[in-house]
Nanobody, 112 residues
Framework: QVQLVESGGGLVQSGGSLRLSCTASASITSLGWYRQVPGRERELVAIITSGGRTIYADSVKGRFTISRDDAKNTAYLRMDNLKPEDTAVYYC?????????WGRGTQVTVSS
């Protein structure tokens, strides 16, 4: 069982920046970030594969950057120009086929 631990959430003003971290307890193939607000489904934010391929939701393209440090089994999500609509609980997701793992989430709140 791989454990994922997120950190870096918090409260920031609109236009500000945050960096989220997700550290896995073991090597993992792909790492990604999803987010969820109450009453809505969890949605993809960004994914990075072991080969460095990245996928972003349209709503965050140009503002968010996902990266990874395989030596630390850690993925990062740099979030710039944050907007109030980015407010959500952000979850780290790891996948090494056929298993998928989730972190417990970290709250990001963007004030207007």
């Amino acid at each position: 069982q791989v454990q994922l631990v997120e950190s870096g959430g918090g409260l920031v003003q609109s236009g500000g920046s945050l960096r989220l971290s997700c550290t896995a307890s073991a090597s993992i193939t792909s790492l990604g970030w999803y987010r969820q607000v109450p009453g809505r489904e969890r949605e993809l934010v960004a994914i990075i594969t072991s080969g460095g391929r990245t996928i972003y939701a349209d709503s965050v393209k140009g503002r968010f950057t996902i990266s990874r440090d395989d030596a630390k089994n850690t993925a990062y999500l740099r979030m710039d120009n944050l907007k109030p609509e980015d407010t959500a609980v952000y979850y780290c997701r790891g996948e090494t086929w056929p298993r998928t793992y989730w972190g417990r989430g970290t709250q990001v709140t963007v004030s207007s």
